[in-house]
């Protein structure tokens, strides 16, 4: 079995700043592309940073210049450093990664709970 344990969502006020975390555990052979999407309601889902295992990194443009994704590859954790926070960031932030279980499998996709994440004074 494989979890994603996200943590660090909170309410926090616009301006203001968050921190979330996201550790994977189990199973583990090796882990390809780490990454942050969001969901608001009534909105789909959206890809808000990834980072794969080269160390590139990709955001949308709604987040680049105030949010930060980093990695530790130690730990299996990626997070995500959010600065400058909009009412417009509030949503439910999903961890997902790219695992590999083993030497002879594919990388399969993985999801976390999510972690509400409101902005609003």
């Known amino acids: 079995q494989v979890q994603l344990v996200e943590s660090g969502g909170g309410l926090v006020q616009p301006g203001g700043s968050l921190r979330l975390s996201c550790a994977a555990s189990?199973?583990?052979?090796?882990?390809?592309?780490m990454g942050w999407y969001r969901q608001a309601p009534g909105k789909q889902r959206e890809l808000v940073a990834v980072?794969?295992?080269?160390?590139?990194?990709n955001y949308s443009d709604s987040v680049k210049g105030r949010f930060t994704i980093s990695r530790d590859s130690a730990k299996n954790t990626v997070y995500l450093q959010m600065n400058s926070l909009k009412p417009e960031d509030t949503a439910v932030y999903y961890c997902?990664?790219?695992?590999?279980?083993?030497?002879?499998?594919?990388?399969?996709?993985?999801w976390g709970q999510g972690t509400q994440v409101t902005v609003s004074s």
């Open positions: 189990g199973s583990i052979f090796s882990i390809n592309a």
């Open positions: 980072m794969p295992r080269d160390g590139r990194t």
């Open positions: 997902n990664a790219w695992i590999r279980r083993s030497i002879v499998s594919m990388a399969s996709d993985y």
